[in-house]
C-alpha cells in the first residue's frame, strides 16, 4: 500500500479527482467504484470541473456505489442515491443507467445482493475503486469483524457509525440500523483501490489502518494486502502516523 500525504483536503481532492481523469482518459468504459460521505465530495467537485472545463467525458463510465441504507428510498434527501445524483451524476454527462447503487428498498435484499455482484461482475468488475474510512476503521460499510471473504451483503452498522451518521439526520433514532453494503472481498478484487481520509477524527483509524496489523477488526488495514492500493490522507488525519511518506502537492 502506498501513502501520499496532502497539506490541505482541497489538495487531496485535486489529486483524486486527476487520478480517477487520467483511468477514464486511458479507458474511456471505466467501471469506477463510488463513495459518499463528506471526504469524497472535493474530490466529485474536481470531477464536475474536469468535465465542464477541460470536457472529461463520462458517456461510457459505469459506476458502482459502495453501500445504502436499508429501508431508505432513493428519493429521501439522505438516500445514498439522492446523494450521488446531487452530488456528481446531475453535474456530468454520465448516462443515469450506467449508475448502479444497491436499492435500500429492494423486495429481498439478499437476493438484490446477489444480483448486484454479478451485476459488477458481467461490467468486467470493478477497475478503479474511491473509499472513505471510518472513525472505526470501516471501508464501505463493513464494520470491524466483517471477514476478509465478505460479500455484498445485508449488513447491521456499529453504534458508533449511527452516532457518526446521526449529523445528516434530525435524530439519532432517525438513522437507519442496516444497510447494503458491498463486500470486503469485492473491494479486494478492484483492479485498484483509492482511500481518502481527512480530519483529525481519522487519525486513529488511519494509523491503524496504515501501521498496525492487518485485522479484520480494522477493515480498512486489510488493503494492506490489495497489489495497487493508495491512501490519499490530509495532514490532520495524518497527525499520528510515524513512518515516512511521500508528500504531494497538487
Ligand atoms: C459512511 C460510509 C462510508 C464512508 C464513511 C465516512 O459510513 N458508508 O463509505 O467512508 O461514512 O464518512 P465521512 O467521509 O463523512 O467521514
Do not use: W
Not at 500525504?5 to 483511468?23: N, P, V
Amino acid at each position: 500500500m502506498e501513502v501520499l500525504l496532502f497539506e490541505t483536503y482541497e489538495e487531496m481532492s485535486r489529486y483524486a479527482g486527476r487520478m480517477i481523469g487520467d483511468r477514464m482518459k486511458a479507458k474511456p468504459n471505466l467501471v469506477l467504484g463510488l463513495a459518499t460521505g463528506s471526504t469524497p465530495l472535493g474530490t466529485y467537485k474536481e470531477l464536475i470541473r474536469l468535465h465542464r472545463e477541460e470536457g472529461l467525458d463520462f458517456s461510457k463510465v459505469v459506476t458502482f456505489n459502495l453501500d445504502e441504507y436499508l429501508g431508505i428510498a432513493p428519493t429521501h434527501d439522505q438516500s445514498y442515491r439522492y446523494f450521488m445524483d446531487t452530488n456528481l451524476f446531475n453535474h456530468i454527462n454520465i448516462k443515469k443507467a450506467n449508475t448502479h447503487l444497491p436499492d435500500g428498498k429492494a423486495k429481498d435484499p439478499a437476493k438484490f445482493c446477489l444480483e448486484y455482484e454479478k451485476a459488477i461482475k458481467s461490467a468486467g468488475g470493478i477497475d478503479f475503486q474511491v473509499l472513505g474510512i471510518g472513525g472505526n476503521g470501516h471501508i464501505a460499510f463493513n464494520e470491524p469483524g466483517s471477514p476478509r471473504s465478505s460479500r455484498t451483503r445485508v449488513v447491521n452498522l456499529d453504534e458508533e457509525t449511527i452516532k457518526d451518521n446521526s449529523r445528516f439526520f434530525a435524530a439519532v433514532a432517525e438513522v437507519p440500523r442496516q444497510a447494503l453494503s458491498l463486500g470486503m472481498a469485492t473491494i479486494m478484487e478492484a483492479r485498484e483501490v483509492i482511500l481518502l481520509a481527512n480530519k483529525a477524527n481519522k487519525a486513529d483509524a488511519i494509523v491503524r489502518s496504515v501501521e498496525g496489523p492487518a485485522t479484520e477488526q480494522v477493515p480498512a488495514s486489510i488493503l494492506q494486502g490489495h497489489p495497487r492500493a493508495t491512501f490519499l490522507v490530509e495532514k490532520e488525519a495524518a497527525a499520528k502516523l510515524k513512518g515516512k511518506y511521500r508528500k504531494v502537492r497538487a
